[in-house]
């Protein structure tokens, strides 16, 4: 009989490409590790892994065992949702991953109305959708808030759901509306932008270029507070979000993008989104954006 313990190492090793990341993130030695994985080959009778690099890769043989992994866990994660819905109240540790707009006009609020769960505990980490999803998978976190730009939707891997929580319109921002009056004005401007690989930088990019020109991108940052100043001070130009603003008078020129709207939306592991916990966490979410 195969240890569930060892299958789950082989599984780690997969989404982490290291022993080393393996034991971090399950706080084992790598000598231990390796160890596990070794006596896992022995039981099985056919090499699981090989190395490519400094990195290992499974052998097809490694991949089929990781798929039946993969199907054991979400059934006993369904299975723990199962007997926690029994007891009714929801109770234990919900961890989040969202990234920096969502978290403060979303997840800080929902906080507050989760506090009529004595039993339950968030934990809260802020990160951007493409580091946490694979995490997601590795089971660092519960649920994830991810973003869609228009023509730029998130991939999401085999494995997990997603639950749609509101639309966001995103709209160009300037010091002096009257001085810039859309886009294709903005042509020789000093651009803000989120880093390149992140889905708001291709879009915005993509949008740039369909006005006819491209931006001069002098400011990268994933911070949208720094995109807010950088163009109050009329240091750059860019685009912001509605969530940004929660209730208070945007201090720059907003002008609207027609059909330009990015989706926010809760992922979560198929089987764990019935967790009574997950479940209350994404009903405040829900709460929250109504």
């Not at 009257?178 to 291709?202: C, H, L, N, Q, Y």
């Not at 208070?248 to 198929?270: D, E, F, K, S």
Request: charged share 25%.
């Amino acid at each position: 009989m195969l240890e569930l313990r060892r299958l789950r190492l082989l599984r780690e090793l997969s989404r982490r490409g290291t022993v080393a990341e393996v034991g971090k993130a399950l706080h084992l030695s790598p000598s231990g590790v390796s160890q596990q994985l070794n006596q896992l080959e022995s039981e099985v009778g056919v090499p699981l892994l090989e190395r490519v690099g400094r990195r290992l890769q499974l052998t097809p043989a490694g991949s089929a065992l990781v798929a039946h992994t993969e199907a054991i866990l979400a059934r006993l994660e369904q299975a723990g949702a199962e007997l926690a819905a029994l007891s009714g109240e929801p109770r234990g540790t919900v961890r989040v991953a969202s990234f920096q707009t969502a978290t403060h006009a979303l997840v800080l609020p929902a906080l507050a109305r989760l506090r009529r769960h004595e039993g339950l505990a968030v934990r809260l980490s802020v990160l951007e959708p493409e580091s946490a999803l694979p995490a997601l998978l590795a089971r660092d976190f519960d649920i994830v808030i991810g973003e869609d730009y228009p023509g730029v939707r998130a991939e999401i891997p085999d494995g997990l759901a997603r639950t749609e929580l509101c639309t966001d319109p995103l709209r160009f921002a300037v010091a002096d509306q009257t001085r810039t009056p859309g886009i294709a004005a903005a042509r020789d401007a000093i651009w803000v932008m989120e880093p390149k690989g992140s889905a708001a930088r291709a879009w915005a990019t993509n949008l740039c270029r369909a006005a006819g020109f491209e931006p001069e991108v002098g400011y990268e940052s994933d911070d949208m507070t720094a995109h807010e100043e950088l163009v109050r001070l009329g240091h750059a130009v860019g685009f912001l979000s509605d969530l940004l603003w929660r209730g208070r008078t945007p201090p720059v020129g907003l002008i609207p993008v027609p059909g330009q709207a990015r989706t926010l939306y809760a992922v979560m592991r198929r089987g764990g989104e019935a967790h009574p916990a997950v479940r209350a966490v994404r009903d405040a979410l829900r709460e929250q954006v109504g």
